[in-house]
Nanobody
């Protein structure tokens, strides 16, 4: 199992940008999937983006063209670059990981397959 620690959240005005980081410690092995999720107050946790050990990425429709997931393998850091933020992006953002599975990322509806989670970092976007 890996340990995940998010950072980089904060408050920003609509149209602004933020970059979230997630420090990954422990062994991910050669096959893994890393992901960002978010949960707004009173709402369910939703998937935002995933990246696997091959560097293949996937983003939710709501963030496509605005958010970019990436990974620095040398530093063991997962990133989420968020541009053109709007108030609907306000949420607690979590990074998550699943190991093995040939690096196939689970669908966002199968969150239980992500076995490691960070504590979250808050993003607040004001209009």
């Amino acid at each position: 199992q890996v340990q995940l620690v998010e950072s980089g959240g904060g408050s920003v005005q609509a149209g602004g940008s933020l970059t979230l980081s997630c420090a990954v410690s422990g062994s991910t092995g050669s096959h893994y999937c890393l992901a960002w999720f978010r949960q707004a107050p009173g709402k369910e946790r939703d998937g935002v983006a995933t990246i696997n050990n091959l560097g293949v990425t996937y983003s939710a429709e709501s963030v496509k063209g605005r958010f970019t997931i990436s990974e620095d393998r040398a530093k063991n850091i997962l990133y989420l670059q968020m541009n053109n933020l709007n108030p609907e992006d306000t949420a607690m953002y979590y990074c998550a990981a699943t190991i093995g599975g040939f690096g196939v990322c689970p669908s966002f509806s199968r969150q239980s397959l992500f076995t490691s989670w960070g504590q979250g970092t808050q993003v607040t976007v004001s209009s």
